[in-house]
């Protein structure tokens, strides 16, 4: 297992059976080896994330959790800066993922759901390479879940959708 993977299985572990279990990171790992981790879990899902900031090493994990199987849809929310200064990214990014829309955005959010699961994240990191302490709450409770998916969902039909001709 991964050094990441393995310090999150630890903080995960302690915890396991509960509906809601708190973690936290001393910058040992990233909201998108979370992500991986949660779908070693789970199995393949769909998946919804909201963040302020992603990096192409994020990007990159999506891309290999796909590639695995692991991800049938993958539905993100970022803030408006990341088009402003990410451009990039977001071109990347778009033949990475079903959907992806700007709006303003400090929120920070996993949810994967399939028949089994119903799996939210709530915390503190962006989806980029961590070193800083952070904190998260992983909840396995479907009626969490749902309100969630119900506000990101809210958020992304108001938001502007970022369409791949935007870059041509």
């Excluded at 279990?21 to 790992?29: C, Q, R």
């Excluded at 998946?47 to 891309?63: C, M, Q």
């Excluded at 369409?163 to 041509?168: I, S």
């Amino acid at each position: 297992m991964q050094k990441h993977l393995q310090k999150i299985h630890e903080a995960v572990s302690k915890f396991e059976g509960q509906p809601v279990i708190p973690v936290s990171s001393d910058g040992d790992w990233s909201m998108h080896q979370l992500l991986e981790y949660l779908l070693g879990v789970s199995g393949p899902a769909k998946v919804w994330i909201s963040s302020f900031s992603i990096t192409e090493v994020a990007i990159r994990s999506f891309l290999q959790l796909q590639e695995k199987g692991l991800v049938s849809e993958l539905h993100c929310l970022f803030d408006l800066t990341v088009k402003r200064h990410k451009i990039g990214l977001l071109f990347f990014l778009h033949n990475v993922v079903s959907d992806v829309v700007v709006t303003k955005c400090h929120a920070k959010l996993i949810l994967i759901q399939n028949e089994k699961y119903s799996i939210t994240v709530v915390g503190s990191a962006n989806f980029n390479v961590n070193d800083k302490k952070e904190v998260a709450v992983i909840h396995f409770e479907s009626w969490f879940f749902d309100f969630y998916l119900e506000i990101i969902q809210q958020w992304m039909e108001s938001g502007i959708k970022i369409q791949p001709d935007e870059f041509v």
